[in-house]
């Protein structure tokens, strides 16, 4: 894997983000949705990090480039645009949380 950003940026959002998709991989022992793994993933970032994942949910949602619910529940591989996936992911897996606690 190769990281790339400011040694801040690396220690508050990157690693935390990696490392989790490392917990997931070795807890669920099969691939997670991408919208679940990568939405998950984010909430871990530092919080500069999430408040531009909502920023560009909002933009992305206004403009026309949001993915549909049913498709982004269905894919399996990433999409050529891959920003909305993680904005919109990162905005489910925060609604889940909040309303089920984390460990839910």
Known sequence: ?????????IIDS????????TIFASHFRRPLP?????GA???????????????MLIEFLTTGRGIAFPDMFA???????????????????????ERGGRHT
């Open 75 to 97: 894919m399996r591989e990433y999409p050529a645009d891959v920003l909305p996936l993680y904005s919109q992911g990162y905005s489910l897996a925060r609604y889940l949380i």
């Open 34 to 38: 991408r919208w679940a793994d990568e």
């Open 14 to 21: 990157v690693l935390p983000h990696e490392i989790t998709h």
């Open 41 to 55: 993933c984010t909430t871990v970032e530092h919080p500069v990090e999430r408040a531009r994942q909502h920023r």
């Open 1 to 9: 894997m190769t990281i790339q950003g400011s040694e801040e940026r």
